[in-house]
């Protein structure tokens, strides 16, 4: 269950097709999106090739056999006939084999192409996997012709066009490895030498130690190198490893309850950073300082200590990092109680008057500092101002319950009134668009069957990318339409299309990218799109002892409701389970039978229940242990779990992803009860963190 969210993200790039049996336990809407369209068979044929040809051109091994088929498919593929030179090209590069003279009239020629922009985002696209599938190749050809041959015009001209590229981290092995199979060869050695010396002079890099060590470095770059040193890896690695060791070496003490010595050790970190800022980071040192508080944390006589680190942290990384360190600095007074120190933080770094600059999870903290210690009114207003600003965020939902527990009777229906508003947009036809947008319509749908996101994505960037004049045909409905109701119709209708093939992650991106736009406020009908309820019914009658909302609240967390979503530690299906823990409640079976949706789902509801029961009806300590295991929740319920209050509980999770997921999952649960008309606000906001059980 481990890491499961960032592996479901993972998993968007492979396949989703499911087909749906007789007994569907799938539920599909009844209306048919204006944008599902027909294809021919010989356009997916083509796009399947298509989809070959770019895993190729990115693993250096472009095959014959695909760009023959891509040439001969191209005439009876409408959506695709703008990338027929593209193709053209695709077959030329597949014939070079160990040619200079095909390369350079296959890739010296690309290059400009290359460089110039297409209003056709699969043919700007292609041209640029082409130009570094050229330069990739460029030194394969070359390792099998004699030393000289580097030296003609051609290659000398491609190689400096190019140095750049080859002097990159990931592509500096290739050159060095061109490099020494020249070592024999002075004339060629030296000219190769000052070429890349040149460049390195010019672009003003810091030059690797491993390059230095295969040219020969002329007075000009040893000056150079004096004046700007060189950069080792290892060396980077060394002080790291010592950075680290030093973090060990203070666990230890402060285990052992060594105050003097954990003291020291804290020092000795801090002197370590400043002697060596060339080699640690102030991101690797951001993190360090941080990590030493929160341990720090843990031991009553060192919380004056861990407020210093927070403090020193906040001085190292950006806008995010200082957020953090600031809301490290709040937190761990709330955990003293210390309700005086943290009014002092809040007055001296200005936060109420810079609070809506602020990132949501800092802003609640300060609204919670702000109301423990006394002043609740300028709380509830802090409150009001995240349920309005981010209304789909977790710390949303809390400040909801905050307000809706606190004030008149009428609260809970005028927040939620917010979230249920009824919504209306434009539905044009098919016809009503232009034929440029209906060919890109058609290849949405493709990439949808095909499963490649990649250029699902590209189709959808490049309908965005079209002004309403290059979109409409209709001029009735051009004249009604302005700016941003032209974009929201195109926004709902993409997702209508998307939740209807069942790609709810890319509906997800889409509508939270639009949200943040301001193009739409949270309604009915964006909740429904963004928390789906297939499978509802089946869960329902698999299992009546527990709240079916809280296990479809899962489901999207864990899969987006895929059932042949695998994650690569191998976790499988609808509730992501590990074959090892589903053997613990379903006897022997076979690991694929995880892919099928109403097996998955038994096996996966008893799991979690066991869970719920175990923990007394917790759902932070049963969505833990889902996540991260239960040896970890043990573990942290020793050392971390010391507050009733759920909302410290859940910040004190040690695993950000797992503390991300439980925040999640909890927001989940709240909408999935509104969409169901459940009554979110009639419960204390810490018993809303408890799970009943009908046994």
Request: net charge positive; charged share 25%.
């Amino acid at each position: 269950m481990r890491f499961a969210w960032m592996l479901v993200v993972t998993f968007l790039y492979s396949q989703y097709v499911f087909a749906v049996p007789v007994h569907d336990i799938k539920t599909h809407p009844a209306l048919k999106p204006a944008m599902l369209v027909s294809y021919s068979p010989n356009e997916m044929k083509f796009a399947k090739y298509l989809v070959s040809a770019v895993k190729q051109l990115k693993k250096g091994k472009l095959s014959r056999v695909t760009t023959r088929h891509l040439k001969k498919l191209i005439h009876s593929s409408n959506e695709f006939r703008d990338l027929k030179n593209t193709i053209n090209k695709l077959e030329k590069i597949s014939k070079i084999g160990i040619s200079l003279n095909k390369f350079h009239r296959s890739c010296s020629r690309n290059e400009e192409v290359s460089a110039s922009k297409s209003n056709f985002h699969l043919k700007e696209y292609l041209n640029e996997q082409i130009h570094l599938y050229c330069k990739d190749i460029f030194f394969k050809v070359l390792m099998r012709k004699d030393n000289y041959h580097v030296l003609k015009m051609d290659n000398l001209r491609y190689l400096e066009k190019n140095l750049g590229y080859y002097l990159q981290n990931r592509k500096l092995d290739n050159l060095i490895k061109y490099l020494k199979k020249t070592n024999k060869s002075n004339g060629v050695q030296k000219i190769l030498s000052n070429i890349i010396a040149k460049k390195i002079i010019k672009s003003n890099d810091i030059p690797q130690k491993k390059l230095l060590k295969h040219i020969r470095i002329n007075s000009k770059l040893s000056e150079y190198v004096k004046d700007k040193g060189y950069y080792d890896p290892e060396a980077n690695k060394y002080f790291i490893r010592e950075f680290n060791k030093m973090y060990k070496r203070f666990c230890v003490a402060l285990g052992e309850d060594q105050i003097q010595l954990v003291k020291d050790q804290i020092e000795e970190v801090q002197t370590f950073f400043e002697e060596n800022r060339d080699y640690v980071s102030d991101k690797v040192a951001w993190k360090m300082f941080n990590k030493i508080g929160k341990k720090l944390l843990l031991n009553n006589k060192l919380a004056k200590k861990a407020q210093e680190m927070f403090t020193r942290s906040e001085l190292l990384g950006g806008k995010n990092q200082r957020e953090e360190s600031i809301f490290l600095q709040l937190w761990g007074n709330i955990l003293k109680g210390d309700n005086r120190a943290n009014k002092k933080i809040i007055n001296e770094k200005k936060l109420i008057e810079g609070y809506k600059k602020q990132g949501v999870k800092l802003r609640f903290w300060i609204a919670y500092a702000i109301e423990k210690s006394g002043q609740k009114e300028i709380a509830q207003d802090m409150y009001h101002e995240i349920v309005n600003s981010s209304p789909l965020n977790y710390y949303s939902i809390v400040s909801s319950n905050k307000i809706a527990n606190s004030l008149s009777e009428f609260m809970p229906k005028k927040i939620l009134g917010k979230y249920r508003r009824p919504s209306s947009a434009i539905t044009p036809s098919l016809s009503q668009y232009t034929p440029k947008v209906i060919s890109s319509i058609k290849r949405i749908n493709i990439w949808i069957d095909l499963g490649y996101q990649k250029f699902l994505q590209g189709e959808i960037d490049y309908i965005y990318s079209l002004s309403m004049d290059q979109s409409i045909r209709d001029k009735i409905l051009l004249s009604e339409l302005n700016k941003k109701e032209y974009s929201r119709m195109v926004i709902m209708q993409l997702a209508r299309l998307l939740n209807y093939k069942g790609e709810y992650l890319q509906t997800f991106k889409i509508l939270y990218t639009s949200m943040r736009q301001n193009l739409f406020k949270v309604n009915d009908n964006i909740l429904k799109k963004l928390f789906p309820i297939d499978y509802l019914s089946h869960i329902r009658e698999i299992e009546v002892g527990i709240d079916p909302l809280v296990i479809l609240a899962l489901i999207r967390q864990e899969s987006a409701f895929n059932p042949e979503a695998i994650s690569v530690a191998g976790a499988r299906g609808l509730m992501q389970l590990m074959p090892a823990t589903a053997k613990r409640f379903a006897g022997r079976f076979k690991r694929s039978k995880l892919d099928n949706p109403e097996f998955n789902l038994k096996v996966g509801i008893k799991y979690f229940k066991f869970l719920l029961k175990k923990n007394d009806g917790n759902l932070v300590y049963a969505l833990s242990a889902y996540n991260a295991g239960e040896t970890a929740l043990k573990r942290w319920k020793d050392q971390y779990f010391h507050s009733d209050n759920p909302l410290i509980t859940i910040e004190s999770i040690p695993y950000k992803e797992t503390r991300n997921y439980v925040k999640l999952i909890y927001r989940n649960i709240f909408f999935y009860n509104i969409l169901t008309n459940k009554n979110v606000f009639d419960r204390p906001l810490n018993e809303t963190f408890k799970v009943s059980l009908k046994f």
